[in-house]
């Protein structure tokens, strides 16, 4: 059972930028894809990015050019990179890893408002 824990979440002002970490408590290097999710006030989770087991990533069109995603498989984590923030970005984050089958983490919220 892989357990991933999230951090980095916080309260920003728009225009800042966090970054977001999911760490694993096991390897990684063997991930099919992984992703971030957020889910928004009163709205269903929404994919923001994912990154593939051979390094391909793909963004959401509202993040795309702001937000970026990596992993560093040495040391079990996934990053996502979040630039120009704006107030529609705030959400609770989640990582999520097909690792033979769907492990999610627990959320860390993201708060944009000046």
């Known amino acids: 059972q892989v357990r991933l824990v999230e951090s980095g979440g916080g309260v920003v002002p728009p225009g800042q930028s966090l970054r977001l970490a999911c760490t694993a408590s096991?390897?990684?290097?063997?991930?099919?894809?992984m992703a971030w999710y957020r889910q928004p006030p009163g709205k269903p989770r929404e994919v923001v990015a994912v990154i593939t087991s051979r390094g391909g990533k793909n963004y959401d069109n509202a993040v795309r050019g702001r937000f970026a995603i990596s992993r560093d498989n040495a040391e079990n984590v996934l990053y996502l990179q979040m630039n120009s923030l704006k107030p529609e970005d705030t959400a609770v984050y989640y990582c999520n890893i097909q690792l033979g089958k769907d492990y999610w983490g627990q959320g860390t919220q993201v708060t944009v408002s000046s």
């Open positions: 096991e390897s990684i290097s063997n991930a099919t894809w």
